[in-house]
């Protein structure tokens, strides 16, 4: 690849191609930062602070650094870890296990034996059967498939890299998920290996194995068959 194209797909990586910021309470968390990764450096202290500016009309405190919307539906099976923020309207759903340091936005349904760790799902999102997404960020209006996970830890724990047309991109972190961008499909049962990235309005087939980058508008078949959407 010339440097002109992977500089173009660089681009595609930033946080103003991959996320729709006014889809999510986290917004501020992304202030000053330039790939999505970055914000996980200091998640924690992001969610704690911002729970303590919450308005109790709005939210309830439900234990230790636990903020849950009041219009939010949460099975009583489900169990909740802080640092968490539940924003309006959201359900999470019997035997989700949310294990902490997240956020999960308005609208947004977290299902019947789902795990959510270290991550930030925006408005609207769907991951609602059986899904495990970890150390990852799932934009506005993403779905997945049921069965479908995120792997955030290299066989070998060293650490993550995102992967463009063959050219790395060192993240720095030793756990890293998938970084879904607004309106992709991931279908059922399929895997997004560690630093998988998927560019907006992208869909992934039923049965996958992911790594690297999925370029935006694009249907992703095999490693092998990437096509464009038309």
Known sequence: MNMEGLNQEMSELKISSLLQLDETIAKVF???LSYPWEVFETLDEKIIALGKTLSEEVFEYRGENIWVAKSAKVAPTALLNGPLIVDENAEIRHCAFIRGSAVIGKNTVVGNSTEIKSSILFNHVQTPHYNY?????LSYKSH?????ITSNLKS?????SVKVNGEKIETGLKKLGAIL?????????????PGTVIGKNSNVYPLSMVRGYVPENSIYKNALEIVEKQ
């Open 30 to 32: 992304f202030e000053g």
């Open 133 to 137: 997404v970890g150390n990852s960020i």
């Open 181 to 193: 961008g607004s309106n992709v499909e991931i279908g059922c049962n399929s895997v997004l290996n």
């Open 156 to 160: 070998d724990k060293s650490l993550v």
């Open 144 to 148: 997945m498939g049921a069965g479908s």
